[in-house]
């Protein structure tokens, strides 16, 4: 499985990377997932629910993408963890 994560108008700590990778280390138990894509973004700087996490997961033969916007970084990938998981069990 490859991984691939972007940061756009930041930097990403090694903090918040060390927990994206946890995060994603869970999907490496499904074989068929041969892609993971997260892309962090800052929308409105200085607000609230101002951090979007993005992630796409390639599959054969279909992908999966969500995207959601929360307080934290990490708070957005969770969601976007979770609805993806789910959309594997579907997929079994």
Same mark, same amino acid.
């Given at each position: ?7 756009l108008h930041f930097n ?22 041969s892609t993971v894509e ?7 700087? *200085?607000? =609230?629910n101002n951090k979007e996490? @993005? %992630? ?6 279909? !992908? ?9 970084? *990490?708070? =957005?990938?969770?969601?976007?963890? @979770? %609805? ?6 579907? !997929?079994?």
């Amino acid at each position: 499985m490859e991984f691939k994560l972007q940061t756009l108008h930041f930097n990403a700590t090694e903090k918040l990377a060390a927990y994206i990778d946890k995060k994603v280390a869970k999907l490496e138990k499904n074989p068929d997932i041969s892609t993971v894509e997260i892309t962090l973004k800052l929308v409105k700087p *200085e607000s =609230a629910n101002n951090k979007e996490a @993005d %992630v796409h997961v390639v599959l054969p033969g279909q !992908t999966i993408h969500v995207e959601k916007v929360a307080n934290t970084f *990490e708070e =957005a990938v969770d969601h976007c963890i @979770d %609805v993806v998981r789910r959309g594997l069990e579907k !997929t079994k």
